[in-house]
């Protein structure tokens, strides 16, 4: 296979799309600074979307889970995605905003719905349970069998603005490495030593 191209803003892009719409559920750790220890923290997501004009991603969360405090409270944090097949790393920089029930207009609104109709049932119904990270009470998980149409109050959008790429291609005979900023309406590529 032919090395993946990651030295320009459009080729990541690609890159990005090509995946995410590939049928494959798009994994990536999110690490956040302000975990509850006082440390970083870090744990997989799914990106549901990806807006490659404004270059905004999200992913789809309960809320109330500790993700979601710790991006309030520090709303820089960074995305990173293993692309087994290509054999490479992207890391996503990324300033966090929270869209939950109360986005009632707009974009946000039309990206908060959608992500909303495409999960499963089954996913569905672990927002309305109880609190991610609660203890199971008698020993069982408060998740109800069935959910309705209407996303309830827990269920929100993390969405990223993506602030710089750092792209890292595992390749024979060099790995290649390039970052990608975003400054003002544009964005600064450079290729740095891997
Ligand atoms: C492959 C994979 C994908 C996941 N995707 C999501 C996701 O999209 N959203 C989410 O809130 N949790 C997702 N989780 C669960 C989180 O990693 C995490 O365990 C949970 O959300 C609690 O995290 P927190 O306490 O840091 O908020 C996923 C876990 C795995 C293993």
Known sequence: ???????????????????RLSGRPLAAALATAAGRGGGASARMVVVRGLDTQLMELWFST?????????????????????????????RLRCRWRIIGSSASRGRDRARWLAAWGEHSPHARRLFAGAMPG?????????????????PPESFAL????????????????????HVHQR????????????
Request: with cysteine; net charge positive; glycine share 8%.
């Open 1 to 19: 296979m032919p090395q993946a191209k990651i030295s320009s803003i459009a080729a990541i892009k690609r890159m990005l799309e090509s995946e």
């Open 134 to 150: 609660k203890s199971y009470a008698n020993g069982r998980a408060a998740i109800p069998t069935t959910v309705g149409g209407e």
């Open 158 to 177: 993390c969405v990223g603005r993506v602030l710089q790429i750092d792209a890292l291609v595992l390749g024979r005979p060099q790995h290649q490495r």
């Open 62 to 90: 309960d809320v109330r889970s500790a993700k979601v405090a710790d991006l309030a409270a520090a709303p820089q944090g960074e995305l990173c995605i293993w692309l087994h097949r290509l054999r490479v790393q992207v």
């Open 183 to 194: 400054v003002g309406r544009g964005w600064q590529s450079r290729r740095v030593n891997p």
